[in-house]
């Protein structure tokens, strides 16, 4: 018995080690040349980040503020200017590596899953170091937002077993734009998938906030009850044109515009995408 005892809690214990653990990601350096940082503009707008991190009415960079409303509490979009006491300066590119891919702070701690760091899993190294460049050379702002507002049961060490549960729920059904052949649906994969990060608004969520893969852009319910999504079944008679048209204006065929906060991410993010991206995404989203 003291025998079986013991293999338990060591069982336990280096279950909790692994699950605990930092994932190995090795030191990378930021990217300083123009072109980098010419990337790294385009992605921030395409991946929206300045809809969630803009300071107050868009006037105080990415000094973040921005509180997200959800059943587990509000959580604060945080600064991301190199401000060293309030921001992310001082970061490294395996601090950004493991923010954006992983969801781990740079002292080894668990973001909360507003942050679309699940999502973002799928970027390239590249893209994230580009991503990096950029946000490293806007204005510094001192500005600290408020602390997330949760209930005294949800702690962060938690998304240890929450990531474990999404990878078990979410496992068979895509993630990122790997094993698609045609280049124009990948470039709109990943678009969709990883970089506008389009499913954390769009796709539905389970009792315990996972994504719903098996439903992936199929509408979900906002703080204010409405449900926001792709709406297929409307959706059958548009062209691709059309929905390209919509991620460049906001406007629907019958002439209509988007409203709520969908207006935000097309004034900041697809209307600021190629012309060849939009179409990508059109692309992607018609044929799925």
Same mark, same amino acid.
């Given at each position: 018995?003291k025998?079986l005892?013991i293999?338990?809690?060591?069982t336990?214990l280096?279950f *909790?080690?692994w699950l605990?653990s930092?994932?190995a990601?090795?030191?990378q350096?930021?990217p @300083?040349s123009?072109e980098?940082i010419?990337r790294?503009e385009?992605l921030?707008a395409?991946?929206?980040?300045?809809?969630?991190?803009?300071?107050e009415? !868009?006037?105080a960079?990415?000094s *973040?503020?921005l509180?997200?409303?959800s059943e587990?509490?509000?959580?604060?979009?945080?600064n991301i200017?190199?401000d060293?006491a309030t921001?992310i300066?001082g970061?490294s !590119? /395996?601090?950004?590596?493991?923010?954006m891919?992983?969801g781990?702070?740079? !002292?080894? *701690?668990?973001y909360?899953?507003?942050?679309?760091y699940?999502?973002?899993a799928?970027l390239?190294?590249?893209?994230?170091? #580009?991503?990096?460049?950029?946000l490293?050379?806007?204005?510094a702002? #001192?500005k600290?937002v408020?602390?997330?507002e949760t209930?005294a049961?949800?702690a962060r060490?938690m998304m240890?077993?929450? =990531?474990?549960?999404a990878?078990?729920?979410?496992r068979?059904?895509?993630?990122?734009a790997e094993?698609? @052949?045609?280049?124009?649906?990948a470039? !709109?994969a990943y678009?969709?998938? =990883?970089?506008?990060?389009?499913?954390e608004?769009h796709t539905? /969520?389970?009792a315990?906030?996972?994504? #719903?893969?098996s439903?992936a852009?199929?509408?979900?319910p906002?703080?204010?009850?409405?449900? +926001?999504?792709?709406d297929? $079944?409307?959706?059958?008679n548009? *062209?691709?044109?059309d929905? $390209?048209?919509l991620l460049?204006?906001?406007m +629907?065929? #019958?002439?209509?515009?988007?409203g709520g %906060?969908m207006?935000?991410?097309?004034?900041h993010?697809?209307?600021?995408l190629?012309?060849?991206d939009?179409e990508?995404?059109a692309?992607?989203? %018609?044929r799925?």
């Open positions: 018995m025998k005892l293999i338990t809690i060591a336990a280096a *909790g080690y605990l930092g994932p990601v090795n030191e350096k930021i @300083e123009a980098a010419a790294g385009y921030v395409a991946g929206g980040c300045i809809s969630c991190h803009a300071g009415q !868009g006037k960079g990415l *973040g503020g509180g997200l409303v587990f509490g509000t959580f604060y979009a945080p200017t190199p060293t921001g300066g970061w !590119g /395996r601090d950004f590596l493991l923010a891919k992983h781990r702070t740079p !002292g080894g *701690g668990f909360f899953p507003a942050f679309p699940r999502a973002y799928g390239s190294d590249q893209d994230t170091l #580009d991503i990096a460049a950029f490293m050379t806007q204005p702002i #001192d600290a408020p602390a997330h209930p049961w949800l060490w240890a077993g929450w =990531n474990l549960l990878d078990i729920s979410q068979g059904y895509p993630t990122s094993n698609i @052949e045609d280049p124009l649906i470039r !709109g678009l969709a998938r =990883n970089l506008g990060h389009c499913g608004c539905p /969520r389970n315990l906030g996972i994504p #719903d893969l439903r852009f199929a509408g979900a906002f703080e204010d009850g409405e449900i +926001k999504g792709m297929a $079944a409307a959706m059958q548009w *062209g691709e044109e929905f $390209a048209f460049l204006l906001g +629907k065929p #019958d002439g209509e515009f988007v %906060k207006e935000a991410v097309i004034e993010n697809t209307s600021q190629t012309k060849e939009r990508a995404m692309a992607f989203f %018609k799925q």
